[in-house]
């Protein structure tokens, strides 16, 4: 952190911010220019707070120099992270594609999906047991009953599970029925208690992006469940809310490179949410993986006229088939596997 100080600043109000710095256990540098005083701080700035430094007599403006995120920052852990879940490596060479329906629907259902993903080749499946709903009177879910019927339709074929956790109350159900992945959905992004209670489980979890979330609010949001000891993350890209309306959300695809920049942590995206249609999934898909992305969740059903919820942007079994050929072409052309 630097902090200004006014250019009408005593030397008293210099002392005191200071003091207030070596307060806190850190050092100071101090500079002294023609017209400005500046002042460095040296340690932890973690341990100050900007806006308390700002309110001192004589500040001009206080400055975070060092990115706020700690642990999920690339600037201190270079390699990128791979997570291993049960034995599928996600952040590595291989592109994971995560593909089922949008909800929990039947046995039926489910069993069919089970199957056409496991078909399609991939590794992990995803399915909604508690449903965020903009609408009251929607499908809500099976709740704990839609995470037994998942769980067992995906153990027929050990494919690992996805779904989504929407309240602390339910953490105990999801550790029962041994959910693989936790899902944090996009309107629980800065859900802090949501986000303080699966940093401490030892279980990878998916954080969606905010519909209006900066990069910098993701990255934080992803702090809050490291600095709870679970290190397990990946980050997800669904689209973000502008103004347009030819589709449901834009897809920010510059979101990749920038968020593989700045964090070792995995980087997928969710192209179904993204297009709200099923004919833009292969498109988005494709560009997902062009970018850099190092997985997909892709909704599919086995018959999406069916779907109770989402049917627009569900793929049928065999365009998620068609769409894995595609995307292991890619996949091949920039040096890694599918």
Not at 130 to 142: I, L
């Amino acid at each position: 952190m630097i902090i200004v100080m006014n250019p009408d600043a005593s030397e008293e109000q210099i002392g005191g911010v200071v003091k207030r710095i070596k307060d806190f256990g850190l050092d100071v540098n101090i500079s002294r220019g023609t017209e400005r005083t500046v002042i460095g701080c040296i340690g932890d700035e973690r341990k100050l707070d900007i806006e308390s430094v700002d309110a001192l007599p004589g500040v001009e403006q206080a400055m975070n120099i060092v990115k706020p995120y700690k642990i999920v920052a690339r600037e201190w852990h270079k390699e990128n992270t791979v997570i291993d879940i049960k034995g599928v490596k996600l952040g590595g060479n291989q592109i994971q594609v995560i593909g089922g329906p949008c909800s929990v629907e039947t046995d039926d259902q489910m069993e069919k999906s089970a199957q056409a993903v496991f078909d399609a080749g991939c590794h992990m499946m995803r399915g909604g047991a508690f449903k965020p709903r903009t609408s009251p009177y929607a499908f809500q879910g099976h709740g704990v009953e839609g995470l037994a019927m998942f769980r067992k339709a995906a153990d027929r074929h050990n494919l690992p599970i996805v779904t989504e956790l929407m309240d602390v109350r339910t953490v105990d159900a999801f550790l029962e029925y041994g959910v693989d992945v936790i899902q944090i959905g996009t309107r629980n992004m800065q859900n802090f208690d949501l986000l303080k209670e699966v940093g401490k489980l030892n279980i990878p979890v998916i954080l969606k992006r905010g519909l209006s979330a900066t990069i910098s609010e993701w990255l934080m949001s992803a702090e809050y469940i490291a600095a709870g000891g679970n290190h397990n993350i990946i980050f997800c890209e669904r689209g973000i809310r502008t103004f347009e309306k030819a589709y449901r959300n834009v897809l920010d695809v510059t979101a990749i490179p920038v968020l593989k920049k700045e964090t070792h942590l995995p980087v997928i995206v969710d192209p179904s949410h993204a297009g709200g249609k099923a004919w833009m999934v292969p498109a988005l898909s494709q560009a997902a993986i062009a970018a850099g992305a190092d997985g997909l969740l892709v909704e599919m059903h086995p018959s999406p006229c069916d779907a109770w919820c989402d049917a627009d942007q569900a793929l049928t079994p065999q365009e998620l088939k068609n769409l894995m050929v595609t995307l292991g072409a890619i996949a091949g052309a920039i040096g890694r596997t599918l």
